[in-house]
């Protein structure tokens, strides 16, 4: 019986919660040393894991960047993580650099869209269906079944959103920028949603960190309390819960 992967979801967001602007460049919004963090996340994690969106808009490769990193060959492992794709239309760029650089790629579609996506992509990832809607359960249980023991989710705001609401989130990584987007066509980091516990749930604060203008925030959103029990107050370095 396979496990299912431990879920760390990552964003970086403005201060009105927005994940890029409306512009068709990519807005930067975390510190360098906030995206060196987020290196390292890479590095630890067996997968990384985007939405069909995030793919369009962005073209991210989902590499390690830091050589020394990438020395977990090793220890027996991959140099680069295992890059996952959700999609439930299946509409994706062959053409893409994400499907021609390092780390095993897996897409996880719907049945209807099951043929195409293998016509298009089977020759640079295993296609996977999850039957008639795309099943997040069965999305983790066959990346479980694949030796995938950390998952690290770097967007969309719908998967953030779904995954939030069904409670398959074991950590969330908020990285929270000093800028202001101001659009309301600009993709935003949760849409509406029924979270578990409804409103007045708390998630657990894990851990503060300052990176440069950037501050992380380490949340357990299993976690949840109906009330605080208490204040955190951070320096400029870090503190944990």
Do not use: N
């Not at 705001?157 to 950590?171: F, I, N, R, Y």
């Amino acid at each position: 019986m396979s496990l299912q992967p431990y879920v760390v979801l990552s964003a970086a967001v403005s201060l009105d919660g927005r994940l890029d602007d409306a512009s068709p460049h990519r807005l930067v919004l975390s510190h360098p040393r906030d995206l060196d963090r987020v290196d390292e996340e890479r590095a630890a994690a067996d997968a990384i894991l985007i939405g069909a969106t995030t793919l369009r808009r962005d073209h991210p490769r989902l590499l390690v960047s830091d050589a020394a990193r990438r020395r977990r060959v090793a220890a027996g492992r991959p140099e680069h993580p295992a890059k996952v794709v959700v999609s439930g239309s299946g509409d994706l760029d062959p053409t893409l650099a994400f499907w021609h650089c390092g780390g095993e790629k897996l897409v996880f579609t719907v049945d209807a869209a099951l043929v195409r996506t293998r016509r298009e992509l089977g020759a640079f990832a295993t296609v996977t269906a999850t039957g008639s809607v795309l099943d997040w359960q069965a999305v983790l249980a066959g990346l479980g079944r694949h030796g995938v023991r950390r998952l690290l989710v770097e967007g969309g705001g719908t998967v953030h959103t779904q995954l939030l609401a069904l409670d398959l989130a074991d950590e969330l990584h908020l990285a929270v920028a000093p800028l202001l987007v101001g659009s309301a066509q600009a993709p935003r980091f949760l849409g509406d949603a029924s979270y578990p516990g409804g409103s007045t749930a708390r998630m657990r604060l894990l851990e503060t960190r300052v990176l440069g203008d950037t501050v992380l925030l380490r949340y357990a959103p299993r976690d949840r309390k109906g009330s605080p029990t208490h204040l955190i107050t951070t320096g400029d370095d870090h503190s944990s819960v």
